[in-house]
């Protein structure tokens, strides 16, 4: 069965701050693994990373993917209250089936 | 251009009716998904369908649970004899296509709640 571990399950943080967010996942015929942020209701797309070791970024976010030992990191910097979300990860297989962790919820304190 | 939308956004229902929750997706994408997301959980993957591929049944928790999709578009997903437990917010995706490297499109969700 496939399985994606998130940690932190929760962080607190002041403006400014950067924090990290990690996922491991164990998933069987791997093609991609997608980031999302959920503020409200529907989760929103972050990135999609495909090979290992390339960083993704956009502005204060980036990502990357170690295919090897099977995780991902969300890095922001420079954090905002507006960060403040649940951010989800999705290993996809390549049939397109996508496999969501619990997620980090993420607060950003003024 | 139009989102995924969904219909109705909160429905409340008693326990033991059935249910049909509603998701038109975007024009165009031939993947569409639907996923199951109770408080303060990760989301729950239910069905994916695929152009005119079989769908991918494998998530659906129970027999009571079904879906379908007509025309290649509009997808309904139907819970019968809805329990306490079915309730939750349930949200459905679309992608422009397969092979695992297209990103989803969230609609807004229903929120079912079961007395």
């Known amino acids: 069965e496939d399985k994606v571990v998130q940690s932190p399950l929760s962080l607190v943080v002041h403006e400014g701050d950067t924090v990290t967010l990690n996922c491991s996942y164990e998933?069987?015929?791997?093609?991609?693994l997608l980031w999302y942020k959920q503020e409200k209701k529907a989760p929103t797309f972050l990135f999609m990373l495909?090979?290992?070791?390339i960083e993704k970024k956009s502005g204060r976010l980036s990502s990357i993917l170690d295919k090897k030992e099977l995780f991902s990191i969300l890095n922001i910097t420079a954090t905002q209250t507006g960060d403040s979300a649940v951010y989800l990860c999705?290993?996809?297989?390549?049939?397109?089936?996508?496999?969501f962790g619990d997620g980090t919820t993420l607060t950003v304190k003024p | 251009g139009a989102g995924v939308s969904q219909s109705p956004s909160n429905k409340v229902t008693e326990k033991g009716k059935d249910v049909e929750l509603r998701c038109d997706p975007i024009?165009?994408?031939?993947?569409l998904y639907w996923y199951r997301q109770s408080l303060g959980q990760g989301l729950e993957f239910l069905i994916y369908?695929?152009?005119?591929?079989?769908?991918?049944k494998s998530g659906l928790p129970s027999d009571r649970f079904s879906a379908e999709r007509t025309g290649g578009s509009v997808s309904t997903l139907t819970i019968q004899r809805t329990q306490q437990e079915d309730s939750a917010v349930y949200l459905c995706?679309?992608?422009?296509?397969?092979?695992?490297?297209?990103?989803?499109?969230f609609g807004p969700g229903t929120r079912l709640t079961v007395t």
């Open positions: 998933v069987t015929n791997f093609r991609s």
């Open positions: 999705a290993p996809n297989t390549n049939a397109g089936k996508s496999t």
């Open positions: 995706a679309s992608s422009l296509g397969s092979g695992g490297v297209y990103e989803q499109y």
């Open positions: 369908f695929q152009g005119n591929s079989a769908p991918d």
């Open positions: 024009s165009g994408h031939t993947a």
């Open positions: 495909t090979s290992s070791g």
